[in-house]
């Protein structure tokens, strides 16, 4: 390569993660000028009580395209559409200083580090497993994030980067969401939609969740191993951020019985948290509101007072405010296409795009078209109500099973959410962590291109065989 080549790779530099967005922004804003609008009428099933698409009702519709002033009033729209998920990163980060203000976390992460010094290898399938049980039973998503910081900080003191405590929380998570087993809002609703028995083919599924678990494991041990021995090998290289240590603390915090009695709180906090969630209906705003009262407690029993509180809070959402906004901005994409009415469009094009390929391949097919809308559509029960009447019958007609189109919806929904940029959950995740979109999609992409090529082949072989009750 010739010195001037040389210069010019060196010169090149990944766009910042808001001008990415923004660029998608407006290329989605373009698009509502050329693609021909066109809506589903929404209809309520009767024995469900869902709202999902009349799939014989898509008609064209006038264009409404989107000024260009119109794409700026999207952006506080989208914000304000966003504003749950933004201000539930804020709360976690403001929550999450509080009580590590105390000295409890660290404390707590050096015991941990002491205990398994030369066992690390093994902390990490662990706790990839744990958060995995959340995504294929209750669909953990935005209920993850608060354990982003515990997990960040006992990947520190182990060596290695920010990117690995956040692949221990999302990724375990995500590779659950994607085995589905038991997961309501995927599974169960999409199910429902194609009037299949509930959780059939679970024994499938649970084989197909193995196999990217074991993949999953892998990937993340096997970048940990690179960034432990050279820490340049981080894809957070050189990025500014705050204490990107990939060293072990020299000298680890003793534990004292006010950091005892911290984390005990901390514990019983979060296992009241995952009570609501399972068998409360909790969500993010009762999460919310349980870890600014944990926040105080802790920092209580950790001896601050109330005006270190409220300093940690702030220095908190200050730290994190890029990546909370960051979860505003990307619904913006998402209000322009509904302003467009080029949403259902796009989906209805997809989803007969499917029915030209040839049959052998159209199984798969299904599943990149799922993997396509999941962009536009990335909610996992309101991406079922949306395709699912579509896809249902598009599959008797292809001489396809109902199953292995609900297996091609699930995976399609599911993998793509560790990367694509409208995911509030992965945003929020990203956002706490103070990790920056583009590194993440840097260290992620070819791990979403395992597990869809597991996914492809369980498709294939789910289309050959019929899946039982179990």
Known sequence: MSAANNDTVKKFKVPHTYVILFIIIVLATIGTYFIPAGVYERVKDTATGRTIVDVASYHNVEQTPVSFFGMFKAIPQGMIRAASIVFFVFIM?????????????????????????????????????????????????????????????????????????????????????????????????????????????????????????????????????????????????????????????????????????????????????????????????????????????????????????????????????????????????????????????IIHGLASAVGMLPTQITAVGMFVVQSIINFFIPSGSGQAATVMPIMSPLADVLGITRQTAVLAFQYGDAFSNQIIPTSGALLGILGLANVPYDRWLKYNWKLVGLWSIVGGIAIIVASMVELGPF
């Open 93 to 345: 980060g403001g929550s999450f200083t509080m009580m590590q203000a105390t000295g409890a976390i660290d404390a707590g992460i050096a015991r941990v580090i002491t205990r398994f010094k030369d066992r690390d290898k093994l902390v990490i399938p662990v706790i990839m497993f744990l958060f995995s049980i959340l995504g294929f039973t209750i669909g953990a998503a935005e209920e993850v994030i608060p354990f982003v910081p515990i997990a960040i900080a006992l990947s520190r003191g182990f060596g290695y980067d920010d990117i690995v405590g956040v692949a221990m929380v999302s990724t375990g998570a995500a590779v659950g969401f994607s085995g589905g087993m038991l997961n309501p809002f995927t599974v169960g609703v999409a199910q429902g939609i194609a009037e299949l028995p509930l959780y059939s083919g679970l024994a499938f599924r649970s084989v197909v969740y193995v196999i990217l678990y074991v993949v999953a494991v892998w990937y993340v041990l096997r970048y940990a191993a690179k960034v432990k021995a050279d820490p340049t090998q981080s894809v957070l290289y050189g990025v500014e951020r705050d204490a990107i240590a990939t060293s072990a603390h020299d000298e680890m915090p003793v534990m004292t019985g006010r950091h005892k009695m911290a984390l005990l709180a901390m514990v019983v906090g979060i296992g009241f948290m995952i009570y609501g969630v399972m068998e409360q209906g909790w969500y993010i705003n009762e999460i919310s509101a349980l870890f600014i009262l944990l926040g105080i407690v802790v920092a209580a029993i950790g001896g601050l007072d109330a005006n270190d509180m409220a300093k940690s809070f702030v220095q908190g959402c200050r730290a994190i405010a890029f990546g909370a906004l960051v979860v505003g901005i990307a619904r913006v994409i998402l209000v322009v296409l509904e302003q467009g009415q080029i949403m259902d469009a």
